[in-house]
């Protein structure tokens, strides 16, 4: 696959990010609620370990429909607490749904069974994985939004710009504002299962900022917006690709300092002495990078002085815990990629998934990168016949830590029909048990004496 074709649908679906987040970015900007997206976006994914907890799948129709169950409350809850004359700031009730949200959640993936890394993959998204239908349909949905959102105009940008007018002029501000983020919910929850939190909260924020920051007329806060966006988007995703990063850390990095620069250039343009102004910028500059020189070179003694020779002989000579292929920093990417790939797919499809990754370092990141059972033990059966001595051992790490019984009677399963053996290991019993652990023993004797 060429870089073009592999970068052209996250691109794609950053447009299609870019052109509603941008325009409710500055609903959020004016209105003074930062973190309501944080807080949406939260509930929503609150919704869908809801949904997992009644073993429907993250990333299916019922997930989708708790989800948005959830966000059309928390629309409510935003909407009702928007007083007229507010003793509280509505930020702070926003930060206080957002705790909530995310205290539950912990709640109820500790009742989950092997839950937390599907979990994780819903918050953290995967959007270098993208597929053309998904495109389309949040493209679809984004235009009704905004839609909706020209239709009612007026109302909207009254109650952001000044609420009061809008009570003044007898508007139902508690009712339009809850249709406000009814609407977010909806962009918000289709948004976060592809480009994670993060990244969401970024295209909402920072190109609003920019715009805000240039000028004041609603159409060129689009325009610049819009353009700043796929700007932006192009260059994270050529970053990450070149440097073979993840996509959208790389994303809100570039906005970062997009955002850094035009700040600069507006303090220098609108100074009054702007040459004394672009002095201060370099001294700045400076002083930032002798921080950064010196906090490298502290850390670089530092780490010299508190790492001995016992350390570098445990890193270095740990057999399986240093297999093939597993210090090459290129197979980070490529086995977070394969991760987010199969965490889209079912039980039954997965197998053949990893049967087309014949990377043995990439697969070996990858189950170190991960914490779920299932995946870990897969992808040590995969290893088998890309790296058989790393796949053994990783097979028998399983056996000896393993938590769930399940996963360590397949990994038990695998050996066996290899050694012929049991060795007296019982998967159902504590691996810590004093009969598995002489088992242990005698399981790594014989891979001592089998391997290459």
């Known amino acids: 696959m060429s870089p073009w074709q592999l970068m052209l649908l996250p691109f794609l679906e950053c447009l299609v990010l870019v052109g509603i987040h941008s325009y409710l970015g500055i609903h959020v900007i004016k209105r003074k609620v930062i973190f309501v997206d944080l807080a949406l976006a939260q509930i929503a994914a609150l919704g869908t370990i809801a949904a997992f907890m009644f073993d429907i799948p993250p990333q299916t129709t019922g997930a989708y429909v708790f989800s948005l169950l959830f966000t059309f409350i928390g629309a409510g ?18 930060g206080i749904v957002y705790a ?23 918050l953290t998204g995967s959007i270098l994985w993208v597929r053309w239908q998904t495109v389309a349909i949040a493209a679809a949905i984004y235009a009704g939004v905004g839609v909706f959102h020209y239709a009612f105009r007026d109302r909207f940008l009254l109650i952001s710009n000044d609420a009061s007018a809008a009570y003044r ?21 289709i948004s976060v299962n592809t480009a994670g ?15 805000i920051s240039i000028t004041d007329r609603l159409l060129f806060q689009l325009l610049i917006g819009w353009g700043v966006g796929t700007a932006v988007s192009f260059a994270g995703l050529v970053g990450s690709y070149l440097f073979d990063l993840p996509s959208g850390p790389m994303v809100v990095a570039v906005y970062g300092l997009a955002l850094l620069l035009v700040a600069l250039g507006l303090y220098i343009a609108r100074s009054v002495r702007p040459a004394r102004a672009a002095l201060h910028v370099g001294a700045g500059a400076a002083a930032v990078a002798v921080m950064i020189a010196v906090f490298f070179g502290l850390g670089t003694w530092l780490r010299g002085a508190s790492v001995g020779p016992e350390h570098h002989g445990r890193d270095h000579g740990n057999g399986a815990a240093s297999g093939s292929g597993a210090g090459l920093p290129g197979a980070q990417a490529p086995a977070r990629a394969l991760l987010d790939r199969l965490a889209a797919l079912d039980v039954v499809e997965r197998p053949a998934l990893l049967g ?36 053994r051992d990783l097979l028998l ?14 990994a038990f399963e695998t050996l066996k029909g290899l050694a012929g053996n049991t060795f007296g290991y019982e998967p159902l019993d504590a691996p810590d048990s004093p009969a598995n652990r002489a088992a242990l023993e005698k399981w790594r004797a014989w891979l001592a004496r089998h391997g290459s």
């Open 77 to 94: 809850v935003f909407s009702l607490t928007r007083l007229r004359k507010e003793r509280i700031p509505q930020e702070a009730v926003i």
């Open 100 to 122: 909530f949200a995310a205290a539950v959640a912990i709640l109820v993936i500790d009742r989950a069974p092997h839950g937390a890394e599907h979990i994780k993959e819903i």
């Open 169 to 189: 002029k007898g508007l139902r501000v508690r009712l339009w504002d809850f249709f406000f983020y009814m609407s977010f919910g909806l962009v918000i929850t």
């Open 197 to 211: 939190v993060l990244l969401v909260f970024v295209f909402l924020v920072v190109p609003a900022i920019l715009a």
């Open 356 to 391: 087309g990754e014949r990377d043995a370092a990439v697969v070996r990141h990858a189950f170190e990168q991960t914490n779920d059972e299932e995946l870990k033990t897969a992808l040590a059966r995969r290893l088998l016949d890309l790296d058989p001595d790393v796949g």
């Open 397 to 410: 790490r399983e056996m000896a830590t393993g938590r769930l019984a399940i996963f360590r009677s397949e």
